[in-house]
């Protein structure tokens, strides 16, 4: 039996969630069940997983846990991109391979998340306008070629915007952009919540409801609070936590980001900007640098700052430090805004490995990860989850081997030197792209 010992503990700051409509919350579980397959962890790999298992079997019993709400978790309070384009495109064969093969399996979670969205009239704000890469300094300008040559080797469109910036984002602050039209923006709250409530009738769902103890059996037995689960197969999508399910153990490690989010802007405001349409900016110097968003409903969201936290939970002076950067950040870019617009602050946790290898795979007979997505989790989650329940349920799919080629997480040093490398990592990068803070 694996004990949990460390649990999710999101702040309640996500300004993507505070700013829909309160919904119901599914039930904790307060019994013991027996199921056919366990998914823990319902954020876009769990999703994946849950939806996908009962569509392969019909008429099978999944059981989708989470220990916290839906959409509190990072999949909810990300920056709301769905990436297709990796951001470094390789230079040698063997990049370029790897870049291509990254293309089509972000492409086909793209297709796969809008199909839901389609079918399910799920509002979400999904918007196909890809997205800007922009670069403010000389140092920006020379890493924005080296991208747009890796964008000709993998034969990728893009355009070049070097003059009129302003009409484009209502900001003077940058001196290129590279626009690339896959990517698209959403609310991401928005989008997992509908995820989780269009899912399949043969799912049921329990929030608040934590496991706090495993054993892989098989059955699986899984304990939580008031109920235990048996089933004969589990998927884990806990993303950072899976180390706590005794996986991947000295393999992966945490990241937190922090994003603010700004009132509504008024009419005056949106007009000072030269009434853009909603826009996602990414910067090339991403260390330093905010990535941006200007949403359908006129609001601006920051997303900068690095910093390494094991537990996952980041301390209150990260916070004030994060709020005070992102509003000389908005202040720098956006002058003719009044200061003191930003209304919610947060932050979450992205899962590395130091080879950028997922944490995907089969572990035991019963037993199937879907973790570690690299920060790039909308995408590379919703597809780890799918092709976990396919493998889980036997079902042939050639995204499988793609996805097996990206290899497995490397072993880290031991702590402390694991703690310290990944720190003093965050500070070099930082230093080196400060160019564009
Ligand atoms: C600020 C920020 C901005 C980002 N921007 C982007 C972006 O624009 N585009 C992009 O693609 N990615 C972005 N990311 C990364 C992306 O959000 C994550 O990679 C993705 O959400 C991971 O999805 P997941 O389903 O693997 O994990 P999570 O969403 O973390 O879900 C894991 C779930 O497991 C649950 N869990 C953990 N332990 C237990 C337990 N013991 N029992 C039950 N449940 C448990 C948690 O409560 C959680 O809900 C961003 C992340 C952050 C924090």
Redesign the pocket.
């Known amino acids: 039996m694996k004990r949990?010992r460390?649990?999710?503990r999101?702040d309640t700051g996500n300004g993507w969630e505070n700013n829909l409509t309160p919904r119901v919350v599914a039930p904790a579980l307060n019994a013991d069940l027996t199921a056919d397959w366990l998914v823990?962890?319902?954020?876009?790999?769990?999703?994946?997983a849950a939806r996908r298992l009962a569509e392969n079997r019909p008429d099978e019993h999944v059981v989708l846990?989470?220990?916290?709400e839906?959409a509190?978790?990072?999949?909810?309070?990300?920056?709301?991109?769905?990436?297709d384009i990796p951001h470094n495109v390789g230079g040698d064969d063997g990049g370029i391979a790897e870049a291509q093969r990254a293309l089509r399996l972000a492409r086909s979670a793209t297709e796969w998340l809008h199909d839901i969205v389609k079918t399910h009239q799920i509002e979400c704000q999904w918007s196909p306008k890809g997205q800007y890469m922009a670069a403010s300094s000389p140092e920006g300008a020379a890493a924005l070629d080296e991208f747009t040559t890796g964008l000709d080797l993998i034969d990728e469109p893009y355009q070049n915007h070097d003059v009129n910036l302003r009409g484009m984002i209502g900001s003077d602050y940058y001196s290129r952009i590279i626009h690339t039209p896959g990517t698209v923006l959403m609310q991401?709250a928005a989008l997992?919540r509908g995820l989780a409530a269009t899912l399949p009738d043969n799912v049921s769902v329990y929030e608040n409801?934590?496991?706090?103890s495993i054993d892989y059996g098989p059955p699986v037995v899984?304990e939580?609070p008031a109920g235990r689960i048996t089933a004969k197969g589990v998927i884990l999508?806990?993303?950072?936590?899976i180390q706590?399910?005794g996986f991947y153990q000295r393999r992966v490690f945490p990241i937190?980001?922090?994003?603010s989010m700004t009132r509504q802007l008024t009419e005056a405001e949106h007009q000072a900007l030269g009434c853009p349409e909603d826009w996602?900016l990414?910067p090339i110097k991403a260390f330093a640098a905010p990535?941006i968003?200007y949403t359908q409903d006129r609001r601006l969201t920051m997303?900068s700052k690095f910093t390494y936290h094991r537990s996952m939970a980041s301390p209150a002076g990260e916070f004030r430090r994060a709020v005070k950067l992102q509003a000389r950040q908005i202040r720098d870019r956006f002058p003719e805004l009044p200061p003191d617009i930003i209304e919610h602050t947060?932050?979450?946790?992205?899962?590395m490995s130091e080879n950028h290898a997922p944490g995907f795979g089969q572990h035991a007979p019963n037993v199937w990860t879907?973790?570690?997505?690299?920060?790039?989790?909308?995408?590379?989650?919703?597809l780890?989850?799918r092709l976990a329940a396919d493998m889980a349920t036997g079902r042939d799919n050639p995204l499988i081997a793609d996805m097996q080629t990206l290899g497995q997480p490397s072993r880290l040093p031991p702590r402390p030197f694991v703690d310290l490398g990944v720190a003093a990592m965050l500070k070099r990068y930082a230093w080196n792209d400060r160019a564009e803070a």
């Open positions: 949990i460390n649990f999710p999101p823990i962890g319902a954020g876009f790999a769990g999703l994946a846990v989470d220990a916290c839906i509190t978790g990072a999949s909810a309070r990300n920056s709301g991109f769905v990436i991401p997992v409801t934590p496991v706090t899984a939580t999508c806990v993303n950072g936590f706590e399910f937190m980001l922090f994003c996602g990414v990535t968003r997303r947060w932050s979450g946790a992205i899962t879907a973790v570690c997505q690299n920060g790039v989790g909308v995408t590379k989650g919703s780890s989850g």
